[in-house]
């Protein structure tokens, strides 16, 4: 090498791979207002659908006559399910096992359900037809308490499967029961509580939310009548399950389908199932000859597409005096609505919630959930956490610093003599989960000495003394979480959606002058995916990442793969995408050799260049490569330079994290201020340190939301009280506290480049470190635990009972 | 969330806009900023044939001096108060409530009249002009009148304002110079109405309350204001004793109701720490 030529090191950088802070590309056209979102979508002849909702939370439908909303000017088509059973559409599978009404057939059994659907030349003139079309009710007993829908006497919610026994996961006990799922030992349980020193026993409840993305649910469906296919544009973070199931619902062959996810305004879960507005959609473009779109309105959004969470936890310690657990049981109702709409790999009906064991080294552990319907929306997605992970780690959390309470233990303390210690990695959990890697001791460790936790403690503790002198009505309460995430769903002997495995892909294609596109299974919604896979493929490949296309989304082109949820596109389609890069390599390497008239083993790897062993200034670039595998392969080789990897990870991934908040409460007004909060993640190997705080910052906030003041909320007679922004909980930045950042990195041991997956983490791990700081203030008083969330009324009243107001 | 089609006037004087609600009757319905009526309107709770906005009359903006009294024109929008240099060393209380009110997008294009005059008990307002003695400006067919602000609200979006009537400009007596005054609301975020809010106005005399007015804003059908709590409080030094019989005056007479802000009980009392802390605030500023 001479002096002109960069070193390595310039050259890596130059690449802007892994590990680089890289601008997301993505935002080019997102600030400058130039997104394509669904709808941007406009077709010639387009027509507009609107859906009339049911008032009620339960009521059978006497009467139902459209005629004076078919006459209004405009509207070209109203459909209702009489009108959808002639093409056998009436019901839909659901992704858990279960069927749905597409339009209510017979009764309603959740308020907004969706009634009849107009089809009109306008916005404007649909949603006047909707106020005409006349629909009587005949009210019926509702039901919206999960803990009593398996009463003697409660309302039948499922008339349709009343004879049924057996459900989707075995035997139904009650006429509103879905499922019993069970994970853990139970005798091996019972016993250790039988001779634990200490127990504690909680009701905890996380309550119904909703995972509210900025933009909607909407479509545009297009049915070509000549060629017989269907062209279906939508916010999918799960385009080719939507193609598959579409097919399967349709009978429409699915090579007839085109599913394409254009640009996606935030998912969070809410955009991976199936929506009567979507098959409605469909069908009245295949009866109308013309494309259709339907948008939903924030109302429509909140109250009837994908709430998560509403599960009703019953939990169990068992403990040594001093402070070793030794057992854990938990025992939970969870409500999914009117219908199991939930979204789940389907052998999983409670999800991976037996991650409940959580950090910890618990030597037995057991858990029972029971599924029961009520007559509120169907959803239970994994609202920015993988499959009920954040109601697992909300709960064990929550029971953590119950029974370090009860111990007179504090919090960090007794979580580091308990949590996992770093050579007991691979690590099988009670509940049989084989938890990859980690170095928990050293993140909590790291998290107090950053928040210098002792300090916090003392002046805690001088201030509730001041409290308690009359001083300041002020207390201060000091949360700590420990979270494991399970993500990366899945490995396929473990996880499938409907039979289809829960594999991911990546095809790439070098260009002879050396750039190239990369197509991937997976669905940004604003995680910064074109940024960061071409990240990934700079350093595999040693091309810059500017010169890498990333494409999702269109089901014509991009091959099969399950979406973006649950944490796994890094997992698995990060994967995929190193795996296809390596594929690319070894090609190269071979034409670098042919061309070098050396042995492939003779070469060597050097950032961007395959390089002759001892004799550096020998080598051949990726893009000189790139163009030699269009011209000049050794004989017998296959021209070009492109791979495919469908990636079947052999495990999940474990991120993990450790995080501290501060908060000052106003007892009077139940105000809580968030003093400060420190987060801590480890998520492996760091793609790109801007977009993973990004993504931290985002699932804070959101977690903010949910602990502080969110609730998808019934009243007795099944109406939906938090259908607007005016009254659910959305923070906006003058609300959200500050964030700290902070990291680890243990990569993943299984993992082709050793990444975790991050996105989630925040969600899963903030939601339990807000709650713990607000029930930590109280804690002192005498209270173990305050139901979330912890707005102001709700606070207020628990200094209340605890007689703080004097 | 799509309004029903409306006939959409934007008549250029008072006197056109009340020719026009005349005309249109009970299908006719006056817009200001519309923070209230097209959010109705797109949930189809109201459906008017015809919206006479009102944003087109010059006659209806402004702030001015009258003597002891300032006028402000029903128009002028919540920006323009926090902005107005004559009500910032006048009537200070306005600022910091029109800064509490919604957040900085609506208060561009939300009016002052539009914020009075629609009977809203969640609005802010109304409970200040109460506590302040204001009246307001109302022409109608019958042409113009004068209605006190603590006569003015009869229950929720029910007040004196007879169909066709325009409110024109609200009356302000400027305080005495020296005053106190604190506006202290209660909110979960930004853009949230008060779970229940407190104004105090003023003035003291030797370390004692000369005078004293208190409004109470969303904690029953109509803002409130609290005159057996001020007379309590007249001729006290806001000693904790006296202060704390006339917060339990206050919470008397609020009857608020349970939402997501909280139950009734909740919102009362809440109704009594904000008046506390108001009058803490209001005193520290009073000169005298």
């Known amino acids: ?806 | 969330m799509i309004p029903g089609s409306f006939e959409y006037h934007r008549p250029s004087s008072v006197q056109e806009a009340i020719g026009l609600l005349a005309k249109l009757g009970d299908d006719g319905r006056a817009i200001a900023g519309g923070h209230t009526l097209i959010p109705m309107m797109k949930l189809r709770l109201a459906t008017p044939a015809h919206l006479v906005d009102l944003s087109g009359i010059a006659d209806l903006k402004g702030i001015r001096a009258d003597g002891s009294d300032i006028v402000i024109g029903a128009m002028t929008t919540q920006h323009e108060l926090i902005g107005s240099d004559l009500l910032a060393s006048n009537i200070p209380i306005l600022r910091e409530t029109s800064l509490q009110v919604a957040d900085p997008q609506v208060r561009y294009v939300g009016t002052l009249g539009g914020n009075v005059a629609n009977g809203d008990p969640g609005n802010d307002m109304p409970a200040v002009m109460m506590c302040l003695g204001a009246s307001y400006h109302v022409m109608g067919k019958g042409g113009e009148r004068r209605v006190a602000a603590r006569e003015f609200y009869q229950g929720a979006y029910f007040t004196a304002l007879e169909d066709g009537d325009v409110l024109t400009a609200i009356r302000i007596p400027v305080p005495p110079a020296g005053h106190g005054y604190a506006y202290e609301k209660l909110k979960r975020k930004i853009g949230d109405y008060a779970t229940a809010a407190a104004a105090v106005v003023l003035t003291m005399s030797g370390g004692k309350v000369a005078d004293c007015s208190i409004g109470l804003t969303n904690v029953a059908e109509t803002p409130l204001w609290a005159e057996e709590a001020a007379k309590i409080l007249n001729g006290s030094s806001l000693d904790a004793a006296t202060v704390k019989r006339a917060v339990a005056a206050a919470e008397a007479i609020t009857a608020p109701a349970a939402d997501a802000r909280g139950p009734a009980a909740y919102r009362t009392k809440m109704a009594g720490v904000m008046l506390a802390r108001a009058l803490a605030r209001a005193k520290s500023k009073a000169r005298g």
């Open chain 1, 1 to 806: 090498m001479n002096d002109m030529t960069p070193s390595s090191a310039e050259r890596a950088a130059k690449l802007e791979g892994m590990g680089c802070k890289r601008k997301r590309v993505e935002d080019i056209r997102f600030v400058q207002g130039k997104g394509n979102y669904v709808d941007d979508v406009k077709l010639p002849g387009m027509l507009y659908g609107d859906l009339v909702r049911s008032p009620h939370g339960h009521a059978r439908i006497t009467r139902l006559d459209t005629t004076k909303a078919a006459a209004v000017p405009g509207v070209v088509a109203v459909l209702t399910a009489d009108v959808l059973k002639t093409v056998n559409l009436a019901w839909m599978p659901t992704l858990a096992g279960d069927v749905q009404m597409v339009l209510a057939d017979g009764k309603v059994l959740f308020q907004n359900q969706e009634v009849a659907f107009v089809v009109a030349e306008s916005r404007e003139a649909a949603a006047d037809a909707v106020g005409l079309v006349e629909v009587e009710y005949d009210p019926l007993p509702v039901n919206v308490d999960p803990l009593k829908a398996m009463a003697p006497d409660a309302p039948m919610i499922r008339e349709d499967i009343k004879d049924k026994t057996e459900g989707a996961h075995g035997k139904r006990k009650h006429y509103n029961h879905i499922f019993s799922w069970q994970a853990g030992d139970k005798a091996a349980t019972d016993a250790a509580f039988e001779k634990a020193d200490v127990k504690i026993k909680e009701f905890i409840v996380y309550p119904r939310v909703h995972p509210c993305p900025l933009e909607t649910c909407q479509c545009v469906a297009s049915f070509d009548k000549i060629k017989g296919e269907l062209t279906l544009w939508g916010t999918f973070q799960a385009p080719h399950v939507i193609r598959t199931v579409g097919s399967l619902i349709s009978k429409i062959p699915e090579h007839k389908i085109h599913v394409i996810a254009p640009d996606i305004g935030g998912g969070f879960g809410n955009k991976v199932g199936a929506y009567s507005g979507y098959i409605c959609s469909i069908v009245a473009s295949i009866v109308t000859g013309r494309p259709v779109k339907w948008t939903e309105d924030r109302i429509e959004n909140l109250s009837t597409t994908a709430f998560a969470r509403d599960f009703h936890m019953d939990v169990e310690i068992a403990c040594t005096k001093d402070g070793k657990v030794t057992g854990l049981r938990c025992y939970t109702i969870a409500d999914h609505g009117a219908f199991d709409a939930c979204a789940n790999a389907t052998k999983w009906p409670a999800g991976l919630f037996s991650i409940i064991s959580g950090s910890y080294d618990f030597p037995a552990a057991y858990c029972l959930v029971d599924g029961v319907y009520t007559n509120k929306a169907p959803g239970g997605v994994a609202y920015r956490c993988s499959f009920r992970v954040t109601e697992a780690a909300y709960c064990i959390e929550r029971a953590m610093d119950i029974m370090a309470q009860k111990l007179g233990m504090d919090a960090a303390e007794f979580r580091m003599k308990n949590l996992i210690r770093r050579e007991q990695f691979p690590y099988t959990s009670a509940f049989g989960w084989q938890y990859d890697s980690g170095d928990y001791q050293t993140a909590l460790k790291k998290a107090m000495e950053a928040t210098n936790y002792k300090r916090l403690r003392d002046e805690q503790k001088a201030k509730r003394e001041a409290f308690r002198r009359g001083e300041t009505r002020e207390l201060m309460g000091i949360g700590v979480a420990f979270f494991t995430e399970i993500v990366g769903a899945g490995p396929s002997r473990a996880c499938d959606i409907l039979g289809i495995a829960m594999f991911d892909s990546a095809e790439i294609r070098i260009h002879p002058t050396g750039s190239g596109i990369c197509r991937l299974g997976t669905k940004s919604q604003g995680q910064g995916h074109e940024t960061t896979y071409a990240q990934i493929i700079a350093t595999e490949l040693g091309l810059p990442a500017d010169t890498i296309t990333v494409e999702e989304g269109n089901t014509d082109t991009a091959p099969y793969g399950l979406g973006t949820y649950g944490s796994r596109s890094t997992p698995v389609s990060g994967a995929a995408t190193a795996m296809a890069c390596r594929k690319i390599k070894a090609k190269a390497q071979m034409i670098a050799a042919y061309m070098l008239e050396v042995h492939d083993d003779d070469l060597e790897w050097d950032v961007d260049r395959f390089r002759v062993k001892g004799n550096p200034e020998r080598f051949k670039t990726m893009t000189e490569l790139a163009w030699a595998a269009y011209h000049e392969v050794p004989p017998g080789m296959e021209p070009g330079l492109e791979a495919i990897n469908y990636y079947d990870p052999p495990n999940f991934t474990f991120p993990y994290g450790a995080y501290i908040c501060v908060v000052d409460i106003d007892v009077d007004t139940g105000m809580v201020k968030v003093r400060r909060f420190y987060a801590l993640d480890d998520c492996g190997t760091r793609i790109n340190p801007m977009i993973i705080e990004g993504q931290i910052h985002g699932g804070l906030t959101e977690a903010f939301g949910i602990a502080m003041g969110q609730e998808i909320h019934y009243d007795p007679d099944g109406n939906v009280t938090t259908a607007s922004f005016m009254d659910y909980f959305l923070p906006t930045a003058v609300e959200t506290p500050h964030w700290e950042t902070d990291w680890t990195e243990v990569p993943s041991p299984h993992h082709p480049i050793g990444a975790k997956g991050v996105g989630e983490s925040p969600n899963v791990g903030g939601v339990p470190c807000f709650s713990n700081a607000v029930n930590d203030a109280f804690s002192f008083f005498g209270s173990t635990h305050i139901q979330m969330p912890h707005d102001h009324w709700r606070v207020w009243t628990a200094a209340e009972e605890l007689g703080l107001h004097g």
